[in-house]
């Protein structure tokens, strides 16, 4: 065992976002995730909607002490545009969304919690889908660099971390190629590429509008990086792995930390007949309103290798033209989500990042794992989920051993701080160190919350994890 000791002032907290946590409660926009469960609920584990979700909006302050009281110094969820915004066209603000904003501000403070605010978590108002094309239209862009206005306009001064978009690659990916969320749209490459290039120049606008206000705070954005390991050396499998990259992690990373898109993605696309139509001025934009820091939300490796088949696509375009996903064996995964468990690519993130990004400060800002039907381990009015606990020392000491080498990490944040909803999956896996009890809201700190506190008040813990990049 030995005892891994985090840099003084290191982030344990965790994250949520608006639509999961808080429940509806303004109904003058419906956001794409209230619209979507409105008409397709059968699309929805047991058919829960985004409607009460965990309750945050009336229980925020009773939140707030259990974050505290598992021992959380920071703390991210996202705004919603649908509620703090009156008119969209305009920006205006409405005054009970910011009310109920300024009292989460409020709140952390109170309880000595870091509050991070994003701005974005797939969650557009549903007009501006029907009506202008959604993140297809550059219209659209400039509305969200308008309500990126008036929430750092109104609370600008007393948060200090923003973060633009929480990963943007999903929606392209979601609601474009892949069609797992609403409008759910395969294989539509161009407007795909369109959309990636257009959150690229959201993100961009919206710092720029932040930097304009001379805000005493950072701003930058949450990307999840699922880093590609492809199944040999051989040249084609090594390509395939770039392929990846370059069309699901760079595509935003390179725009966010060095300002400029990567040239494989550029080629590639103007290759297709698929590429983005962008001006001189806009990538000026995008070029000269880089982030200030990273949140990196790491849930699981992308094992590829190369696509040997002709995809018969009938006109649609999908980036796996290029690669193909490679069933490793021997792998642990995750059942109850289907992902693969790889805490070591934690390591390699944080590597690529200070080799390549400039070592720009990041963190990681969502890890976790989410199970299913957790009431089984309920002993004695606890959640005994020592399966989180050792997941996350298992990720932790791969995050130590990279800063040791000189990453440049501050923080860790698990997903999530108290069981939330989730898109399409609703409360099916839960994934905090707070359960919520559907039928009663009530909302109790399980084993891993302990763990948190532990760990966070001794600024490490002790590992038994044999880490050897
Ligand atoms: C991330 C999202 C979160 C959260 C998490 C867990 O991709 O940013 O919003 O949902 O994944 O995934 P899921 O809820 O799909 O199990």
Same mark, same amino acid.
């Given at each position: 065992?030995?005892?891994?000791?985090?840099?003084?002032?290191?982030?344990?907290?965790?994250?949520?976002?608006?639509?999961?946590? $808080?429940?509806?409660?303004? +109904?003058?926009?419906?956001? #794409?995730?209230?619209? @979507?469960?409105?008409?397709?609920?059968?699309?929805?584990?047991?058919?829960?909607?985004?409607?009460?979700?965990?309750?945050?909006?009336?229980?925020? *302050?009773?939140?707030? =002490?259990?974050?505290?009281?598992?021992? #959380?110094?920071?703390?991210?969820?996202?705004?919603?545009?649908?509620?703090?915004?009156?008119?969209?066209?305009?920006?205006?603000?409405?005054?009970?969304?910011?009310?109920?904003?300024?009292?989460?501000?409020?709140?952390?403070? =109170?309880?000595?919690?870091?509050?991070?605010?994003? #701005?974005?978590?797939?969650?557009?108002?549903?007009?501006?889908?029907?009506?202008?094309?959604?993140?297809?239209? +550059?219209?659209?862009?400039?509305?969200?660099?308008?309500?990126?206005?008036?929430?750092?306009?109104?609370?600008?001064?007393?948060?200090?971390?923003?973060?633009?978009?929480?990963?943007?690659?999903?929606?392209?990916?979601?609601?474009?190629?892949?069609?797992?969320?609403?409008?759910?749209?395969?294989?539509?490459?161009?407007?795909?590429?369109?959309? /990636?290039?257009? #959150?690229?120049?959201?993100?961009?606008?919206? &710092?720029?509008?932040?930097?304009?206000? !001379?805000?005493?705070?950072?701003?930058?954005?949450?990307?999840?990086?699922?880093?590609?390991?492809?199944?040999?050396?051989?040249?084609?499998?090594?390509?395939?792995?770039?392929?990846?990259?370059?069309?699901?992690?760079?595509?935003?990373?390179?725009?966010?930390?060095?300002?400029?898109?990567?040239?494989?993605?550029?080629?590639?696309? $103007?290759?297709?007949?698929?590429?983005?139509?962008?001006?001189?001025? *806009?990538?000026? &934009?995008?070029?000269?309103?880089?982030?200030?820091?990273?949140?990196?939300?790491?849930?699981?490796?992308?094992?590829?290798?190369?696509?040997?088949?002709?995809?018969?696509?009938?006109?649609?375009?999908?980036?796996?033209?290029?690669?193909?996903?490679?069933?490793?064996?021997?792998?642990?995964? %995750?059942?109850?989500?289907? @992902?693969?468990?790889?805490?070591?690519?934690?390591?390699?993130?944080? /590597?690529? &990042?200070?080799?390549?990004?400039?070592?720009?400060? @990041?963190?990681?800002?969502?890890?976790?794992?989410?199970? $299913?039907? *957790?009431?089984?381990?309920? *002993?004695?009015?606890?959640?005994?989920?020592?399966?989180?606990?050792?997941?996350?020392?298992?990720?932790?000491?791969?995050?130590?051993?990279?800063?040791?080498?000189?990453? %440049?990490?501050?923080?860790?944040?698990?997903?999530?701080?108290?069981?939330?909803?989730?898109?399409?999956?609703?409360?099916? !896996?839960?994934?905090?160190?707070?359960?919520?009890?559907?039928?009663?809201?009530?909302?109790? &700190?399980?084993?891993?919350?302990?763990?948190?506190? =532990?760990?966070?008040?001794?600024?490490?813990?002790?590992?038994?994890? $044999?880490?050897?990049?």
């Amino acid at each position: 065992m030995t005892f891994l000791q985090f840099p003084n002032g290191f982030w344990w907290g965790a994250a949520t976002s608006g639509p999961q946590s $808080e429940g509806t409660f303004d +109904k003058k926009h419906e956001n #794409l995730m209230d619209y @979507w469960f409105r008409t397709k609920p059968e699309d929805f584990h047991n058919q829960v909607g985004p409607n009460v979700a965990s309750d945050f909006y009336h229980q925020y *302050e009773n939140d707030f =002490k259990l974050l505290k009281e598992i021992g #959380l110094n920071s703390y991210r969820t996202s705004i919603q545009w649908s509620r703090l915004i009156d008119d969209l066209e305009e920006g205006s603000v409405n005054p009970e969304g910011l009310a109920f904003y300024k009292k989460i501000v409020q709140e952390a403070k =109170k309880n000595d919690i870091e509050l991070v605010f994003n #701005l974005h978590h797939f969650d557009i108002p549903i007009e501006l889908v029907h009506k202008y094309g959604g993140w297809t239209s +550059k219209h659209v862009v400039d509305l969200f660099a308008k309500f990126a206005k008036c929430a750092f306009t109104h609370l600008g001064k007393e948060v200090k971390y923003w973060t633009t978009f929480n990963e943007p690659i999903v929606i392209v990916e979601a609601s474009y190629l892949y069609g797992f969320h609403y409008p759910k749209y395969f294989g539509h490459g161009k407007e795909a590429a369109q959309v /990636m290039y257009n #959150l690229n120049l959201a993100s961009a606008k919206a &710092i720029a509008e932040y930097k304009k206000l !001379n805000l005493p705070g950072k701003i930058g954005i949450i990307l999840n990086l699922t880093p590609s390991y492809p199944r040999s050396n051989s040249k084609e499998d090594v390509y395939a792995g770039h392929m990846a990259d370059a069309m699901l992690n760079h595509s935003f990373l390179e725009p966010a930390v060095l300002g400029k898109f990567p040239e494989l993605l550029v080629s590639t696309l $103007e290759k297709d007949g698929i590429l983005w139509q962008s001006s001189a001025e *806009e990538m000026e &934009i995008i070029r000269s309103n880089k982030v200030d820091f990273l949140g990196l939300n790491y849930y699981h490796p992308n094992r590829v290798k190369a696509q040997e088949q002709e995809l018969d696509l009938q006109g649609k375009w999908i980036p796996n033209i290029y690669f193909d996903d490679y069933k490793k064996p021997d792998i642990r995964m %995750n059942p109850y989500r289907g @992902w693969e468990i790889y805490p070591r690519a934690i390591y390699d993130i944080a /590597m690529d &990042i200070k080799n390549h990004y400039g070592n720009i400060p @990041w963190y990681i800002s969502e890890n976790g794992m989410g199970v $299913e039907n *957790e009431a089984r381990f309920l *002993e004695n009015g606890q959640i005994q989920d020592d399966y989180r606990i050792d997941f996350y020392e298992e990720h932790l000491s791969w995050l130590h051993k990279a800063i040791e080498e000189g990453s %440049n990490c501050f923080g860790y944040h698990a997903w999530t701080g108290i069981d939330c909803w989730s898109w399409a999956n609703s409360y099916k !896996n839960r994934y905090g160190f707070i359960s919520v009890d559907l039928e009663t809201q009530n909302h109790t &700190i399980k084993k891993s919350g302990y763990w948190m506190k =532990k760990t966070s008040s001794a600024n490490g813990f002790e590992s038994h994890y $044999e880490v050897h990049p």
